[in-house]
């Protein structure tokens, strides 16, 4: 890591971990969604609910609630988290840098666009992946516990959710240089993270078997790869500023 | 100086702008610090924020750059941050172009204060001094937080600073690697009449031995701290000028006061026909040379009957060079 970038990275590591309410917010769903969704599904289980077959997108084949959990539920889960998290820590480091008008302090300094955002978004991947991974791991646990899933499962979940969270920054930043104000922020921010669930829903219920989530991994890498691309081509502190 | 009037040209002007050019006699050369050529910048809409400027400020060079606002004075500062593309145009500082790879080279020799940014509320002053310390790899923390009054605040977060304190942190942190370049975006604006008289003084000791541009609205604060003027409006430069030649340039006042009041003294120096403009006490007298003309002057005033009390030559200040050459220009 270079001199500026690790200089920049050090002071939005330490911002980030010191905004209580960005990690409160950041952390709320994954461990939502990882853990008391997650128990609250199982318990419903092994209580005896959901032994009833679902017919899934008018598939002919019925699948069990074991199946459902295993193979749609726990990836749209963990999906939803790694997608949350770094959506609003980035959020908050960007436009809140612009907001507050310190973006200002910034770009006074011999730092270039691309150290500050490369700094911002290394800062984030950190940050998200030291919480969703605690929270994954304490998921895979209990998951492991009950019996409902598999090594070669686990391992593909982790997948899609590292895959989920480079997505996921790296659609912060394309809001960050194409949006100039809040409201067309959470627009372009719905049009790129609003669709993934369902596309995901849309695969895991098409390809019953655990291919699917290779393919939802793929996706996001696909996705995150072209987010990355657009960045590059936008990036500037004009961008940055909200004022090209 | 040199005047030139529309559409005259010369190879040693050194602002180049559609227009009347009151140009520095100097040429441009490679002591220029900072360059812009024919630099246009547009922003969303379109408004036209600066068109076809060029100036240089000379390495050394203390210069303000005043204008009414929408002049184009922070887009300047703003295009030699490398925080805004020209439309068209070159920006270079310190021979590098702000677009070019040497351009973070460049920004470690230049110090920079901001128009009212924002501050961090979550950083200390010395997480921020040692922050801007370790971007710019030289200077010394502590000593500069002593050398502007910030020790007793050191652990104090940015955003609980007061306005002055703030105002100070900002410019320890534009000198705390000893730049040779500063670049000041309206550093008093926004601030009580004590505290921009304290940052005037921290500044004036900053911007000694260094090239400075700074933005500004404050005449007198120009005046105060600056040896050369460029007045921008429209985003064109009017002027680009040592302070000292546009006043010896420009005719002084000759401030008069008569005992039988302003309307007496104003007719009979209408019957003089004299170029003369009323004022509280009295009247403005006009005159290309006062000092020559004006024992005449008073003589005549005497014998017409008018009793003058008082005869003052007044220099002309910043602010009249700079209202004559805005609405004349």
């Keep these: ?244 | 100086m040199r005047c030139f009037a529309q559409g005259e040209h010369s190879d040693v002007t050194r602002s180049r702008t559609p227009g009347y050019h009151w140009a520095m006699s100097a040429p441009s050369g490679a002591d220029a610090a900072i360059d812009l050529q024919g630099v246009t910048k547009l922003y969303p809409g379109p408004v036209r924020a600066l068109d076809k400027v060029t100036l240089e400020v000379r390495k050394g060079e203390l210069c303000c750059l005043l204008g009414p606002n929408g002049a184009g004075k922070t887009t300047i500062i703003r295009l030699l941050q490398g925080a805004l593309s020209a439309t068209e145009g070159t920006v270079r500082v310190l021979g590098a172009d702000v677009h070019g790879k040497g351009l973070i080279e460049a920004k470690r020799q230049i110090g920079i204060v901001p128009q009212s940014p924002g501050m961090y509320p979550d950083l200390s002053v010395r997480e921020y001094l040692s922050f801007v310390r370790d971007l710019y790899g030289k200077g010394d923390v502590e000593r500069t937080a002593v050398s502007y009054g910030l020790e007793e605040y050191i652990d104090r977060t940015l955003s609980t600073l007061s306005g002055g304190f703030q105002r100070r942190l900002l410019v320890a942190a534009a000198v705390i690697s000893e730049p040779s370049v500063l670049l000041l975006d309206e550093p008093t604006v926004g601030l009580d009449p004590l505290a921009a008289a304290d940052t005037r003084r921290l500044l004036q000791a900053a911007m000694a031995g260094r090239t400075v541009l700074m933005s500004t609205h404050n005449l007198a604060e120009a005046e105060e701290l600056c040896n050369t003027v460029i007045i921008l409006r429209r985003g064109t430069v009017l002027v680009h000028e040592r302070i000292e030649d546009l006043r010896r340039q420009a005719a002084p006042r000759v401030h008069l006061a008569a005992r039988q009041g302003q309307e007496v003294l104003g007719r009979v120096l209408t019957e003089f026909n004299m170029r003369w403009t009323p004022n509280e006490a009295g009247a403005w007298l006009h005159l290309l040379e006062p000092e020559g003309e004006m024992p005449d002057v008073l003589r005549r005033l005497l014998a017409a009957g008018v009793d003058v009390y008082e005869c003052r030559i007044v220099p002309p200040t910043l602010e009249d060079l700079f209202v004559e050459v805005v609405t004349r220009i």
């Design chain 1, 1 to 244: 890591m270079s001199h500026p970038l690790r200089t920049l990275f050090r002071k939005e590591a330490r911002q980030i971990t010191r905004s209580r309410k960005t990690v409160a917010a950041a952390a709320l769903v994954p461990a939502l969604m990882l853990i008391f969704v997650t128990t609250g599904d199982i318990v419903t289980l092994k209580l005896g609910f959901g032994k009833k077959p679902i017919y899934l997108l008018s598939s002919s084949h019925a699948v069990s609630g074991t199946f459902l959990l295993r193979h749609y539920t726990l990836p749209i889960l963990v999906s939803i988290s790694a997608l949350v998290t770094p959506s609003i820590v980035m959020g908050d480091v960007l436009f809140g840098e612009r907001e507050r008008r310190t973006l200002d302090l910034l770009v006074a300094l011999p730092v270039s666009a691309f150290h500050v955002v490369l700094a911002k978004l290394l800062a984030v991947l950190l940050f998200a992946v030291s919480v969703t991974v605690p929270l994954f791991a304490l998921n895979v646990l209990i998951v492991h516990l009950f019996g409902y899933a598999s090594f070669t499962q686990t391992v593909s979940l982790f997948e899609i959710m590292l895959c989920a969270i480079c997505y996921s920054a790296a659609s912060a930043l394309v809001i960050a240089f194409v949006a100039g104000e809040a409201r067309a922020a959470n627009i372009v921010s719905g049009l790129l993270l609003g669709p993934i669930v369902p596309l995901e829903g849309l695969i895991l219920g098409g390809i019953k078997s655990e291919i699917a989530l290779s393919i939802c991994a793929l996706l996001l890498l696909c996705l995150t790869a072209f987010c990355l691309t657009w960045s590059i081509r936008l990036l500037s502190f004009e961008r940055l500023f909200g004022t090209a």
